[in-house]
């Protein structure tokens, strides 16, 4: 029989934040707390709010309308502000660790971000921010893109944000579908040692995008100003000049006032764009690092992520339960394979949060810094973006550390936290996830909608939660949120991820159940990649899907092309490099083929998933619904993708 990889010791179950919420309401395992969280929607959140120490007005009811998804309102007339929760801890210790690489290093004191937030918040006044505007940064991952939201919170404004290695395209269907007032963004980044200057690529958003009243530039390595020639464009540092810093004045907003705006990966247009509430986000998240992670103030709370991925906001709301921020900017491997492990000895990291892709290129690679770095700070190790392969576990035991709790962690931008994630009292089980969260009832369903356990399907919700998305921009009918999570099981949250349930109450997923394609754990929009190729003028259309490669996915892109061309060296050349310059390099495809012909429904829409279940040996059922069924021959047995 397996045994477990890891389990806390009883010292160690004893000493966790979970255990003690535990206490406060009586309950003596995980599985008796969660059943209760989530028969006891109301009485768990609010606990949760105490518990966790949020700052607002809480008031009565927690929860309305629960019986209906699509309609509950949690905290209806509770106040709260989110940058105020963010704020609390005024000390002169660190509060964020930048490092670019080995480039740059910079370091805020919980009294420096404070009074930065102070001064920007007032020269954002005199633009007239305030609640519901919107605030866009195009930006990496530094201090400047926290202090920015944290002043648009502050105003009661809503922040979005996407990285600079998004082409022009990327960031217009984006940012030019939300219509945003200021625009944040640095004068450069770093990636792989060399710099990349953001300037000329700002210039021509700038131009596009009518709604903007003012660009602010800051400098990558926190140089006082920089040369930013571009119309209505100042300086990060003349912007604030004028502004001493003084106490802030936050101004509380209904819990379900909107803070963010994720944007969805594109896959049949352009990117829905995802509200979601400054409440739900504070409360899910606290929770998640306090109940479910073990983070303590003054713990070090580490995440690898881009401005445009979710799992920069989750870190970032870190700072409400007094955590110091470790950031990192760039290639995870530049200039060594070590960098992290580095940052991670370095600056004493307590959560050391990565995709599956990263561990699985660590053991490819051999690395093993268990022989060669101190980690006895490291308590988490948490993964997301893609299925963590159980070979994964073992080399995280077997090189990274022993006594360590793996948190393979999923959810996602819709909801802007997790489904399952960690549970530091229990032990972790090869190529399982531990648990459900607190006051989420997952399940997993067939096709019919039933529940089912050891059997893969969809892994749905079937109650609310805070963090469910306040809707979609420019949907105020609710058509296609409605239609995104709750058209295929009435009342029911459906993910879109084919999971399982384990013997263990973990789970296990096994990936996206749709067409968005997953290479490395970043999502991917097929749409953006049409858009892109079919602009080329020897390409008729194309087709892309992800292929299941080496523990990993891996794009392959389908091209139909004009008679008497053929697909040569150059010819993909030219394709990876209209691709990567318009939109991200991760949507570069790593294999193209050229086929004669590209099969689609008879209303004309591509069929991304029967072309990757043909790659893949598996028959299609949908056939019938195809205008030209034959055309699936041409991707069978292909030698190119063997």
């Given amino acids: 029989m397996q045994n477990p990889l890891w389990s806390p010791s009883s010292e160690r179950k004893d000493k966790t934040l979970l255990k003690k919420f535990m206490g406060t309401v009586h309950k003596n395992s995980y599985e008796d707390l969660h059943a209760w969280s989530i028969e006891n929607l109301e009485d768990f959140w609010s606990q949760v709010w105490d518990f966790c120490g949020v700052i607002g007005d809480k008031k009565e009811p927690y929860l309305t309308n629960k019986s209906e998804m699509e309609r509950a309102t ?58 519901g505007d919107r605030v866009a940064g195009y930006v990496p991952n530094t201090p400047e893109a926290i202090i920015a939201m944290l002043a648009t919170a502050t105003l009661g404004g809503v922040w979005s944000s996407c990285s600079p290695d998004f082409g022009v395209t990327g960031i217009l ?32 958003i700038q131009r596009e995008l009518p709604s903007l009243q003012q660009t602010i530039v800051f400098s990558y390595e926190g140089n006082p100003s920089v040369d930013a020639d571009l119309p209505k464009t100042t300086s990060w540092s003349d912007f604030l000049k004028p502004f001493p810093a003084d106490e802030i004045e936050f101004q509380r907003s209904p819990f379900n006032t909107p803070l963010f705006i994720m944007f969805s990966s594109g896959t049949t247009g352009v990117p829905k764009c995802i509200v979601h509430g400054a409440g739900g986000t504070l409360l899910q998240h606290m929770k998640e690092h306090q109940l479910q992670s073990n983070l303590k103030p003054r713990d070090r709370l580490f995440y690898f992520t881009t401005c445009g991925w979710m799992m920069w906001n989750w870190q970032v709301s870190g700072l409400a339960s007094g955590l110091t921020l470790l950031l990192y900017d760039g290639s995870p491997f530049a200039p060594t394979p070590s960098i992290l492990f580095d940052y991670a000895e370095q600056e004493k990291m307590t959560l050391f949060g990565i995709s599956a892709k990263y561990i699985d290129s660590l053991r490819k690679e051999n690395i093993s810094p268990l022989t060669t770095h101190d980690l006895s700070s490291l308590q988490v190790l948490a993964s997301t ?110 993910h879109g991820d084919f999971a399982e349930r384990t013997e263990h109450g973990g789970f296990i997923i096994y990936g996206r159940s749709d067409a968005v394609l997953n290479p490395g754990g970043v999502r991917i929009g097929t749409a953006e990649i049409y858009r892109q190729v079919e602009k080329i003028y020897e390409v008729l259309e194309s087709i892309a899907i992800g292929q299941d490669y080496n523990n990993d996915v891996r794009i392959v892109l389908f091209v139909k092309l004009k008679d008497g061309v053929s697909l040569d060296e150059s010819l993909k050349t030219k394709i990876k ?29 591509l069929v991304e998933l029967a072309v990757r279940e043909v790659v893949h040996g598996r028959p299609v059922h949908n056939k019938e619904a195809l205008a030209n069924p034959e055309a699936l021959a041409y991707f069978k047995n292909l030698e190119e993708l063997k």
């Fill in 74 to 131: 949690f905290f209806p007339h509770t106040h709260l502000n989110y940058a105020e929760n963010l704020l609390r801890r005024r000390d002169e210790e660190p509060a964020l660790i930048f490092w670019g690489e080995d480039q740059v290093k910079r370091s805020l004191t919980f009294k420096q971000l404070y009074d930065k937030v102070s001064r920007l918040v007032q020269a954002m006044k005199t633009f007239g921010i305030q609640r």
């Fill in 173 to 204: 269907d984006r940012f030019g579908q939300i219509e945003p007032k200021l625009l944040f963004a640095a004068d450069c980044y770093v990636y792989k040692g060399k710099i990349h200057s953001c300037l000329e690529k700002l210039a021509e």
């Fill in 385 to 494: 973006g893609s299925p963590l392969v159980s070979e994964s576990f073992d080399y995280i035991y077997d090189h990274i550390k022993k006594d360590l709790c793996v948190a393979s962690i999923s959810g996602g931008t819709d909801i802007i936290s997790c489904f399952v994630l960690g549970n530091p009292m229990a032990p972790v089980w090869r190529g399982e996830i531990q648990a459900p969260g607190l006051g989420m009832a997952v399940e997993i369903f067939d096709d019919k909608g039933h529940s089912i356990q050891g059997e893969k399907g969809e892994l749905v919700c079937t109650k609310p939660f805070p963090s469910m998305p306040l809707g979609f921009w420019n949907d105020p009918q609710g058509t296609k949120y409605h239609e995104a999570y709750f058209s295929r099981f009435p009342n029911v949250w459906c």
């Fill in 577 to 605: 490099h209209q691709i990567r310059t318009h939109t991200t390099p991760r949507h570069v495809p790593e294999v193209i083929v050229q086929v004669a012909d590209i099969p689609r429904t008879k209303n004309g829409k």
